[in-house]
């Protein structure tokens, strides 16, 4: 009795998606268009009134245009948590400016803001939280950092969408920007794509500029508006990071359906909780109560000096796909030897990596699924 393999992670994707990307490619608009732009009217409209969304073709795009629209550059530094994906902090590299990786909370795997307020140097510009897993960071400690240490904040919320904390969404707030990822794992996808939203209209402005190689008018206003459509000035040198309006078309599908999706995914974080309550595994924090938690990750950990390696074979050898966010920044060749960093300068992040499991948490997973991960990791990790 084999059962076929249950994979980590896939898209919740279906008839409504594909009729959508059809229908985007028989009009004739195979790049950035009419659905790029109902996309990021339809985005701008969940986040709240003042609030513009840009799309992009990924979430690190846009956080390389948030930064340099911020005016991010050599000489700088930019916080960032050593517990994400390389991408929060490449795009620090990619101005020439350093990212400063600070511990996270072990509760929540957040940015630690006691550790950040304690990294500032005359030279931060810029705090990039990343609201892991997607679970919120507080937004008014966030705004507090930010006025006491004078820098500007980007919030990488490529798991948290959607998500919410003391009464406000991510993306809804006063940072300078946040920016969504809609990469094929995230909770909404468009296969490769990102959005970036801003109740700052310089910041927004700048980034419709520089995602299209520093054109000032973008293509769909160009084919709207009365001035010729050949005309345009190039005022910077730019980039191409344009997201096409196939894309778009998947991405609104998705976008109606996210509370939907998220609400599939609780539940099923809610069956592991109530599931796992008797093993020795800790199981991830929820957040303070009205959290609205995306659940884009549920990640438990194995008790101190356990072999989590070996749970993730054992799960493996079930047919359970399982992963482990993140490897933290400061472990990585390139980050380690850039800053000379040593685990003890992360002394939570490096203890906690070593017991992280990231469990499948998808919404298209079926009831007997989830089961399935239930009755492996019973059988696993019960005493
Ligand atoms: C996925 C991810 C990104 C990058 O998103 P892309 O859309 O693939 O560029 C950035 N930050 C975090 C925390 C992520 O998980």
Redesign the pocket.
Known sequence: MTESPLPFALPDLGEAEIEAVTDAIRSGWVSSGPQVKAFEDEFAALCGDGVTAVTVN????G?HLALEAIGIGPGDEVLVPTW??T??AEVVRYLGAEPVLVDVDPRTFNIDLGAAAAAVTPRTRAIMP?HFAGLPVSPSALRDFAVTHGVRVVE?A??ALPAAAEGEMVGSGASDATVF???AT?TITTG???MVVSRNAEVTDRIKVMRLHGISRDAFDRYRSSVPSWQYEVIAPGYKYNLTDPAAAMGRVQLARAREMRDRRAAIAARYDEAFADTDLQLPDHGPEGTLHAWHLYVVRVPQGDDRDGFIRAMSERGIGTSVHFIPLHKHPYWRDRGALTDDQFPQASAEFERVVSLPVFSSMTDAQVERVVEAVTALRSA
């Open positions: 990924s979430a690190t795009a956080l994400t994906f991408a929060t990343v990488d490529a798991h990822s809609f990469y995230k490769e794509g990102g």
